[in-house]
């Protein structure tokens, strides 16, 4: 039995999306195109945090989510007392999530391979979660509460996902902004 074999189930998958090698061409085709928009110059160094010494994206995760949550609870507790705001949460999550998009693209083009296939993944999975969460938007702005609750609670599911990925690259991998002042040992 192989020391992969005693891993948690979801650690192990990790480990194979970080050896998924056949992500290695969607990493490529993308790269340039990242580092174009979103990696190059000040408007790289603005995007991941060089100015603040720490990674810009999970702080700006936290809108997103947060807002996102927010609304699930409002949905599960309030059972359509509180739909409005419901809506409201889900659309300034939606609006967050551009700039927060761009933050971890910019983060991405400094990583290596390993990091590149899973932030790829990451990347694909808000985006499910993005698409479920305008859905989710539009059928509360129809009018339909239940459809819209159910759209954003299978967001909820797969935003966690996308979340776990990103909570892995951030603390497993270490990928982020990080002033080289932190390393510096005081007494």
């Known amino acids: 039995m192989s020391s992969l074999d005693r891993l948690p189930t979801l650690v192990h998958l990790t480990r194979r999306l970080e ?9 490529h085709a993308l790269e340039p195109h990242v580092r174009n928009l979103f990696a190059s110059g000040a408007r790289g160094a603005v995007l991941r945090g060089d100015w603040l010494g720490h ?6 995760t936290d809108l997103v989510l947060g807002s996102w949550t927010s609304a699930t609870v409002l949905d599960v507790v309030g059972r359509g007392r509180w739909s409005e705001a419901a809506q409201t949460l889900v659309g300034t999550g939606l609006v967050a999530f551009g700039p927060t998009a761009w933050t971890g693209w910019a983060q991405w083009s400094e990583t290596g391979p390993r990091d590149k296939r899973v932030g790829l993944v990451h990347a694909v999975t808000n985006g499910v979660a993005v698409g479920l969460y305008a859905s989710s938007y539009v059928a509360r702005r129809k009018g339909n509460q239940a459809s819209g609750t159910g759209l954003a609670l299978l967001g909820a599911a797969v935003a966690k996902a996308g ?3 990103g909570g892995h690259l951030a603390t497993s ?4 902004t990080h002033h080289p002042e932190f390393d510096a040992t005081t007494t």
């Open 173 to 176: 991998r270490n990928v982020g």
């Open 19 to 27: 050896d998924a090698e056949a992500l290695d061409g969607a990493v």
């Open 55 to 60: 990674a810009l994206h999970p702080a700006m």
């Open 163 to 165: 979340a776990y990925l």
